[in-house]
C-alpha cells in the first residue's frame, strides 16, 4: 500500500532552510541520461544540495568536488580518473564501490567506513520519482500534505518546476479505481512480471514454477505474455493481485526499484534479493521468498493468500514501513537532511583521500581495485 509510505517519504523530506548559500563548483563525470547535467538536475541529490548552495553545474574542471553515478565500466576508461579533487560516488547495481578511487561514497552496502559512506538504497530515490508523479498530476487519490511540501516547490529550479497539468486517472484508470475503492482488490489477475535482463537464473526458475501454477502475465522482453512490451508499468501491475519483483541478483542490502513499484501499484510483491530486505520494509506487507526453504515453499503460502480472502488483504494493507518506537520510518532514519549532512562533510572535508592511493594521475583502477577488494572483505567481515 502506497499512501502510508508517501506520508512517511514526505516527512523524510523535510530540509533546514538556508538564508546564505555558499557557492559550489559541482563536476557531474556521469549520471543516468545523454544530458548529464540536465539529468543530475531533475534529481534527488541536486534538490537536497540546492538547499544549501549556490550550485554551478559543470562536467569539466575546474571544480570543488565532482559527482559520478557507477556503472560497470567493464575495464573502460573513467572519466572521473582525470579528476584530481574530492571524488564522490553513487552506485545503483549490485557492485561494490572502490573507496580508492571515490573518497565518500553512497550505495547499497550496509556498512561502516568512517564518514566517508552512507547506504543510500536505489529503493529510495525511486520514491523521489514516484513522489514527483503524484504532485505533478492532477485529481490525484493520493492524500498529500501541503504543508509538508511547500519548501519541495519553494526549492524546485525554475527550470524544472513541477506541472500538475496530466490527470491521474487518465495516466493511470485501473489504479486510480484500485486506490478510491471503486473497485475489488481481489478481482484482479493473479501475478504480474516485467523483467528486461534474461541473465537471471533464480528470477526466471521462479517465474515458471509460479506460472505453472496459474498462468503470470509477463509485460518484459522476458517471457512476454503480451503483443509487445508495456510502456505504463504501474498501470499494468495494478492489473494483478500479485507482482514477481525478483532482482536481477543477489546481495545483502541490494534493494532497488523493484519492490516500491509493486508497492505504488497496489499489488503484493512477491520478492527476493536481498536477503536482509526485511530491515528495510515491514515483512508483513510482502512476501518475502528469503523466509522459505526454497521457492517451493513459498509457492504453498502464495496458493493461501490467494485462496483466502482475509490473509491477501491484510497483507495488502500493511504498512510497508517498520515502526521504531511507534513511529514508522526508513531503516537507519534515512532522511534527506541526513544525506546532506554526509555531503556537506564531504564537501568540507580536507582530505581527498584517493591521492594517497596513488598519485595523480593514476594510470589504471584495475591494482586499485585489488587493493580494496580486501579493505572490504575485512570491513564486511
Same mark, same amino acid.
Given at each position: ?13 523535510? @530540509?533546514?532552510? /538556508? ?9 557531474? $563525470? ?29 562536467? /569539466?574542471?575546474? !571544480? ?6 557507477? *556503472? ?19 552506485? +545503483? ?13 553512497? +550505495? ?16 529510495? @530515490? ?47 484508470? /485501473? ?19 516485467? =523483467? ?8 526466471? =526458475? !521462479? ?37 514477481? $519483483?525478483?532482482?536481477?541478483?543477489? +546481495?545483502?542490502?541490494? /534493494? ?45 503460502? %502464495?496458493?493461501? *493468500?490467494?485462496?483466502?480472502?482475509? =490473509?491477501? @488483504? ?11 518506537? +511507534? ?12 544525506? *546532506? ?5 564531504? %564537501?568540507? $572535508? ?32
Amino acid at each position: 500500500m502506497f499512501q502510508p509510505l508517501l506520508d512517511a517519504y514526505l516527512d523524510s523530506m523535510w @530540509l533546514p532552510q /538556508t538564508e546564505i548559500k555558499p557557492p559550489l563548483n559541482l563536476a557531474i $563525470c556521469y549520471f543516468w541520461s545523454e544530458d548529464h547535467l540536465q539529468g543530475f538536475k531533475e534529481h534527488l541529490f541536486y534538490y537536497i544540495l540546492n538547499s544549501a548552495y549556490d550550485i554551478n553545474l559543470s562536467s /569539466t574542471l575546474p !571544480c570543488d568536488i565532482v559527482f559520478e553515478t557507477i *556503472l560497470n565500466f567493464n575495464g573502460k576508461q573513467r572519466l572521473i580518473l582525470n579528476f584530481p579533487q574530492k571524488r564522490i560516488g553513487f552506485i +545503483g547495481e549490485n557492485m561494490r564501490i572502490n573507496f580508492d578511487i571515490y573518497d565518500f561514497g553512497m +550505495g547499497f552496502d550496509d556498512l561502516t567506513f568512517g564518514e566517508r559512506y552512507l547506504r543510500v538504497p536505489l529503493y529510495y @530515490l525511486n520514491l523521489w520519482q514516484f513522489t514527483q508523479i503524484v504532485l505533478s498530476h492532477s485529481n490525484s487519490p493520493f492524500k498529500v500534505d501541503v504543508s509538508k511540501i511547500y519548501n519541495f516547490y519553494k526549492l524546485q529550479d525554475t527550470n524544472s518546476k513541477i506541472q500538475t497539468q496530466i490527470s491521474f486517472p487518465n495516466s493511470y484508470p /485501473t489504479l486510480d479505481a484500485l486506490i478510491r475503492e471503486q473497485t475489488d482488490p481481489l478481482k484482479r489477475g493473479f501475478a504480474s512480471f516485467v =523483467a528486461s535482463n534474461p541473465n537471471a537464473p533464480m528470477r526466471n =526458475a !521462479c517465474y515458471q514454477e509460479l506460472n505453472s501454477y496459474r498462468p503470470v502475465a509477463s509485460g518484459g522482453r522476458v517471457f512476454n505474455t503480451l503483443d509487445k512490451p508495456i510502456s505504463n508499468k504501474a498501470e499494468f501491475l495494478s492489473q494483478y493481485k500479485f507482482n514477481l $519483483c525478483f532482482e536481477n541478483s543477489k +546481495g545483502f542490502g541490494y /534493494t532497488t526499484e523493484k519492490i516500491i513499484d509493486a508497492y505504488f501499484a497496489h499489488t503484493i510483491p512477491i520478492y527476493w534479493g536481498n536477503p536482509a530486505v526485511a530491515k528495510d520494509f515491514n515483512s508483513k506487507s510482502f512476501i518475502n521468498v528469503h523466509d522459505f526453504k526454497d521457492f517451493t515453499e513459498a509457492l504453498d503460502f %502464495i496458493r493461501y *493468500l490467494d485462496t483466502h480472502d482475509n =490473509a491477501y @488483504l491484510d497483507m495488502l494493507h500493511a504498512h510497508p514501513l517498520n515502526s521504531v518506537n +511507534g513511529k514508522p520510518q526508513f531503516y537507519q532514519d534515512l532522511s534527506f537532511a541526513k544525506i *546532506l549532512a554526509f555531503l556537506q562533510r564531504a %564537501i568540507d $572535508c580536507k582530505e581527498v583521500y584517493h591521492t594517497q592511493i596513488f598519485p595523480y594521475p593514476p594510470q589504471s583502477s584495475t591494482a586499485s581495485s585489488f587493493l580494496f577488494t580486501g579493505k572490504l572483505k575485512l570491513l564486511i567481515n
